[in-house]
């Protein structure tokens, strides 16, 4: 099983909920989809992928919710035939995380993963960082670098 | 918002192509996932109405590599054209780190092409952005049509580019322009990023 942090101080809490959950995969992710902690899943890629589809499923919930001129879906839940899905916002110094947790039915069940959701998100408020001021990320010369990737990529 | 990792060194940008109906958002993102090696992109989600029409967006992840010592990747969406998904196109662009503008070339398109460009600065205001601030290229796609049908890249550029940004030709169904696009925002993208300007 991968367990990994983009932002180290979302790994204690996310190995922590995983434990007392039972939860399969979890995925700890900006409102915009980037993953920032990440448990179960092997390719990057597909982590990806389902970050985009809960941070999509989060933002259009939220915008009904605005429609309806209502507070946000505290959380949204489906329940499948082996596997569960469970998708919650929590508001934290690094901005509005959407957490994303599969759980199988015969280890979990949604009142476990509920009832230690609320502690995942007291923990996760209480790592998050305050925001740093922007920083030089790559050297100046990175074109170079880009246009050998990119050439690369498509067999140029 | 792009993410940035120092401590692993990796970063992740979005970048959301947009444009009117039918402009080929969706076909740049197809000819990219056939011409990256399986080991360089992930699935291609489409989230498509039974017409294959996009109902709320296409999402490819690519790997670009090293660059200047970072693991770089690329989430590559796209928005539904058509004008009543407006909703979901404004959800897309959500922490967008650039954008491709993909106008449709046909001389009939170009009022559909305004009315998008005017709806992508509207959507990117209501995100709080403005779309001056953001990186942005624009592709002339379906340069590939007949003359009489098309309006050449350099009048697009009169009717479309406002700011002047990179623009490109294209006929993104055979691939041409596809990359050069992909390129071209790319490099405005993270020169943002190499700047230390907020990304």
């Given at each position: 099983m991968t367990t990994r942090a983009v932002?180290?101080?979302t790994l204690e809490p996310m190995v922590g909920f995983v434990q007392e959950a039972g939860a399969r995969l979890v995925l700890v992710m900006t409102?915009?989809?980037?993953?920032l902690a990440q448990h179960g899943f092997s390719r990057a890629m597909d982590v990806m992928s389902a970050a985009a589809l809960g941070a999509a499923i989060m933002a259009s919930t939220d915008e009904i919710a605005r429609q309806l001129d209502q507070?946000?879906?505290?959380a949204l839940n489906h329940q499948g035939e082996r596997h569960g899905i469970f998708l919650a916002a929590v508001p934290t110094n690094r901005g509005r995380l959407v957490v994303l947790v599969v759980y199988d039915l015969d280890v979990s069940s949604l009142g476990l993963v509920q009832l230690f959701f609320g502690q995942l998100a007291a923990d996760l408020r209480a790592a998050s960082p305050k925001p740093e001021v922007p920083k030089q990320v790559l050297a100046a010369d990175f074109e170079r670098d880009l246009g050998n990737s990119l050439n690369a990529l498509f067999g140029r | 918002m792009s993410l940035v990792n120092f401590t692993a060194r990796e970063i992740a940008c979005k970048i959301v192509y947009y444009g009117?109906?039918?402009?080929g958002k969706t076909t740049n993102l197809h000819y990219v996932y056939d011409r990256v090696p399986d080991s360089r992109r992930g699935q291609m989600v489409s989230l498509a109405t039974q017409t294959d029409r996009t109902l709320f967006f296409d999402f490819l992840p690519i790997d670009l590599g090293q660059i200047s010592g970072f693991s770089t990747r690329f989430q590559l969406y796209t928005v539904?054209?058509?004008?009543?998904y407006n909703a979901t196109r404004r959800l897309v662009l959500q922490g967008a780190d650039g954008v491709v503008f993909v106008a449709d070339s046909q001389a009939q398109q170009l009022d559909e092409n305004l009315e998008s460009l005017q709806n992508l600065q509207s959507n990117l205001l209501e995100h709080g952005v403005d779309v001056r601030s953001l990186p942005l290229v624009m592709q002339y796609n379906k340069q590939d049509l007949p003359r009489e049908l098309i309006l050449a890249p350099a009048d697009l550029d009169d009717a479309l580019n406002f700011r002047g940004v990179p623009s490109f030709g294209a006929d993104a169904l055979h691939g041409a322009g596809v990359f050069e696009t992909l390129k071209g925002i790319s490099e405005l993208v993270l020169k943002r990023l190499a700047a230390g300007s907020p990304a």
């Open positions: 932002e180290p101080w409102s915009a989809g980037q993953v507070p946000p879906f505290a | 009117p109906g039918r402009s539904p054209g058509q004008v009543y």
